[in-house]
């Protein structure tokens, strides 16, 4: 027969082990779900139902880094995904606005392979794959809205747009599920701007995913009549192989992959959107008028032409590997090679737009 002492004594035990057992749970709970967690993120830019989205894995959503936010347009933040004993692997992804040249998306070292992207077809511009993505702001925001840098804020020339970009650090995203991410976030943006628009609350539609094929060297990229000119490429060192085309409503971009030892990759791009056509076409630097009022050009890589559709852009990229390529042997075939693949590009592409015949100065 238990004496009363042991009874107390097991009763003890028992509640010992039920707020131990309480402890545990409730840390598993804090560890790996969302509950008691902040319900906006980013200074009120992010939701977390739209984070619970877009980093699919199990765990807890918090902020490892921000600036900005709170009541004014420009932001930046980092948002991580994590669990304990559950053998989840974690997600992050930083998001941030960002000021940029009208062409950064075929003309940047950061954003290289154009062609990977899937274009949105429907309401402001933009663009996502499973690692990262942005989506421009509303041309009416031109000026309202920048970027956090220093501690500070920052605007953009006339020249420039402000976008809200996105970086998968660790692990892959769905690409709808990241535009729409990225579509709520702009949209938060131009609110504390005071440049929303109707643009901003259109569902972003994705355009068709990127495809890879075999390139045919007499029509590059798909385009009848693009091929590369002698000299661009080399039997051992780079030679037409691969190319990857994606296209939304208003841009096209195709990424040429070439074989050989130097595994270059040289991309083209084409855009009628004004957020990207206007900024070249006001340039007060790089872009030179062209003569007859045929549009603007700068060097061997990106032009815009008054076409009979309307204003178009065209650009050209060389990535590191190919460019030393050319430019190994004398600098003199790197000069006529690339005017020659943008001449030919320019004749081939501007063809489908109805645009004027154009001759690219040899510099």
Not at 178 to 204: E, F, H, I, T, W
Not at 207 to 229: I, N, Q
Not at 341 to 351: E, M, P, V
Request: with cysteine.
């Amino acid at each position: 027969m238990i004496s009363m002492q042991g009874k107390r004594g097991l009763a003890l035990t028992a509640i010992a082990g039920a707020l131990a057992l309480a402890t545990v749970l409730g840390a598993f709970t804090w560890w790996n779900t969302n509950v008691f967690g902040d319900e906006e993120l980013c200074g009120g830019k992010l939701r977390q139902s739209e984070l619970d989205s877009v980093l699919d894995t199990r765990g807890r959503i918090s902020s490892t880094s921000a600036a900005g936010g709170d009541g004014i347009p420009e932001f930046r933040c980092s948002v991580q995904r994590t669990s304990r004993f559950m053998g989840a692997q974690p997600m992050e992804i930083s998001v941030n606005t960002a000021v940029h040249e009208p062409d950064f998306p075929f003309q940047s070292r950061v954003w290289r392979g154009p062609a990977a992207m899937t274009y949105f077809t429907a309401g402001v511009p933009g663009a996502v794959s499973e690692d990262r993505g942005w989506v421009a702001l509303p041309r009416t925001c031109q000026g309202k809205a920048g970027f956090i840098a220093v501690g500070s804020r920052r605007l953009p020339d006339a020249d420039e747009v402000t976008v809200v970009e996105a970086v998968m650090n660790r692990g892959k995203a769905d690409r709808a599920v990241l535009a729409q991410l990225l579509l709520q976030a702009a949209g938060r943006v131009a609110a504390d701007a005071g440049c929303a628009s109707n643009d901003m609350k259109a569902a972003a539609e994705l355009g068709k995913a990127p495809s890879t094929s075999t390139t045919d060297p007499r029509a590059v990229c798909g385009v009848a009549g693009f091929a590369l000119p002698s000299g661009a490429v080399d039997e051992s060192e780079a030679r037409v192989d691969r190319e990857t085309v994606a296209a939304g409503d208003q841009t096209w971009a195709c990424d040429l992959h070439l074989a050989g030892s130097a595994e270059g990759q040289i991309s083209f791009s084409t855009s009628s959107d004004a957020h990207i056509v206007e900024g070249p076409m006001n340039a007060a630097e790089g872009f030179e008028p062209l003569p007859e009022g045929k549009g603007r050009i700068d060097g061997y890589n990106r032009a815009v032409l008054n076409c009979r559709s309307g204003k178009v852009y065209f650009g050209m990229r060389q990535d590191d590997a190919y460019k030393s390529l050319l430019l190994q042997q004398d600098g003199e075939r790197y000069t006529k090679t690339s005017q020659a693949q943008f001449q030919s590009f320019l004749d081939s592409a501007g063809a489908r737009h109805g645009c004027p015949s154009v001759a690219v100065p040899l510099h």
